[in-house]
């Protein structure tokens, strides 16, 4: 029982017994241990060990020594030469002589003997070294030449998967792939240094595999490896016993009522008998998170699921917690921190009014918004409860039911307000045309931007200001005073233009592109102009005053409105305009403008387009010429010169020489003068792959003197263009040629420019 009590290293006040009567530490105070029963009884301990000889004189005499034992050990086998001398080193007596060797008495006085190694009897090692002269060294032959240090090491080996094929066919993901793409077997073109390194990479990818195989619902699938050596080399080998595959028993979303009842499952897409796919559980979940706050739950909470897995059925029964939080209706706006504008200049941004049930969507468009509008380093914007009843609320399906108030918290971090921008262009019509400006974009808050520009081109100079308030008391309404003085010189007029004017404007933005879209002002313009005038036959110069009032209207039905695929636009725009020199001379232009497009396949559009253009009640000599219609050119027929469609003067051309054999002036210089109605039509053939594109596209179009378009005399342009699609529209390079070139026409004509052509 010793043991017991060594084991129990406890403290002990007292002894205590045990069962048997023996001393037994006793417990700590307050400590009661159980009655331990004896293993063995001391009867029958006593009749199994048998008992010591007390009166044999051997017991009390000292051990021998190991020197002595060998020595009576070799005695008794009668070999001599194996008895060890006996040593006259170690404890002496009295009188000089050696003690004897059994005699366990040392110098010291200490009865304890450190025992030293057994003496050894290999004569061998006794005996001298002999001679380093006498040695036969050979060198060692190598059967290759080793390998330089500078040269690494490589071993090349195969991959092969057994045992995937038919799992793989069960799911619409390509596991085979989805492992390839990431196994780590396939880096360095599967080389390593070693073959620690392939079984390395080989355990890495089984786990991986193991992986693939559990998100597409094969819970119970095992991946052996193994490296096999044959004549080609090595492969890493993965054998793989899918099993069954697991499918939900059960799907139940634990969450309190909601309004309406079928929420949570109209938006929770996975089905009691579909396989346990990760993915597809993920992007469920996620999918409700993003429902609920769309559909006035902005708190809601998606908790952590559980999947409860049979594996002799192979089914999973899946449990998800849903905390939905109150029903929440839109509240008040709070605005802090370093801001741009106030509290109700965010509500004018806002599409949403107080009252209206939540929507995360709407907070979200809030949010960029505020970030179109360039006046932030950062914003951001949050719901918090308001802790205020909103009564009964109606939802977008109808439904009524109580909710409580969110306030919409607006976080401003206003940043830089100026803005310094540029941009250039060229044409082959129009050469080179280079812009700047300056803009500061909240001089007069909210939104009030004071801008300067400046344009130096080859045919177009010229210098503006302008004063522009963007969502001007509704959101995406802007306000503009502009004034400018250009200079431009084209084969058909050169002018000098002053024009002031005012606009109000509501259209439509990348952000929020509206079918419905409108713009009407009033501009003033005064211009010098010289163009030819067919009845004198000779280029005059005269001076215009005109005041005019513009009306648009456009209806868009698009998907996009920097690179629509399909739907269609429509755009009238309406210039009443008359001459103030002297008596009033009214008139009016008209033009229409309508595109279309169509998906043909994932790949390719199919896109047209039709212009008409009409002036009443002048004749177009006493018309500016600046104001007349015009056609060719990058954005109307591509082939033909900028506004050289139409009718045209001829004047003789200096540089014509017909006895000149090498001269290939034309005869005559043309230049368009302009007319009073215009048609154009243009059809495109876009193929777009990745962030490439190519199209091909035929253009055509005319000017007539009338008033009203004749549909006489089309002229037509033909070509083809690159695109290079950004996250800000394509940017498009196009080159055309018109058919059945005439006399003083361009033979190509190469534009470079941001958007498609239309």
Partial sequence: MAAMGSLLAFSMPAAAQDATGDDFPAPPPGITLPVVEPVISDEEFDSTVPALDSDDPAMDAPLESIEA?????????????????QTTEGPQTTEGQAAPLDDPALADGDTVEEIGDAPVRDSELAAPLPPLETFDIEPVELAEEAPSADEPVEITYGIQINGLEDADSETDTDMEGMFNGLASLREDGRKAANMAQVSARLTEDSALLQQILNSEGWYSAEVTTRLDRDD????????????QRFNFSDIVIDAPPVVPETLLADNFPLQTGEPIVAARVQGAEAGLAVALPQNGYPFANIGQRDILLDQYEGTGLYTLPVDPGPRTAFGGIETTGNLAFDADHVATLARFEQGELYNSDDVDDLRKALVATGLFNTVSVTAQPAGEDAGTVEGPDGNVAPAQYATILVEQDAGPARTIAGGAGYGTDQGIRVQGSWTHRNMFPPEGALSFNAILGTSEQGVGASFRRSNAGQRDRTFALTADLNHSDYDAFEAFTGRLGINWSYGSTPLWQKRLSYAYGAQIIGTVEESWDPDLGERVQRTYFIGGLTGQLGLDTTNDLLDATRGFRLTTLIEPEGSLQGSFTPYVRARIDGSAYFPATDSIVLAGRIALGSIQGIARGDLAPS?????GGGGSVRGFGYQQLGPRSQEPNPDYDPTDPDNDEDEFDYYPIGGRSMNEASAEVRYRWGNFGVVGFVDAGQVYEETMPQFSDIRYGVGIGGRYYTNFGPMRLDVAMPLNRREGE?????YLSIGQAF
């Fill in 69 to 85: 034992f060998e020595r009576r050990i070799a005695a008794e086998q009668g070999d001599e030469a194996q008895i060890p001398p």
């Fill in 232 to 243: 080609a080399g090595v492969t890493a080998v993965l054998d793989v016993a899918a099993g």
């Fill in 627 to 631: 104001r007349r219609f015009y056609s």
């Fill in 746 to 750: 361009s033979r190509f004509g190469l």
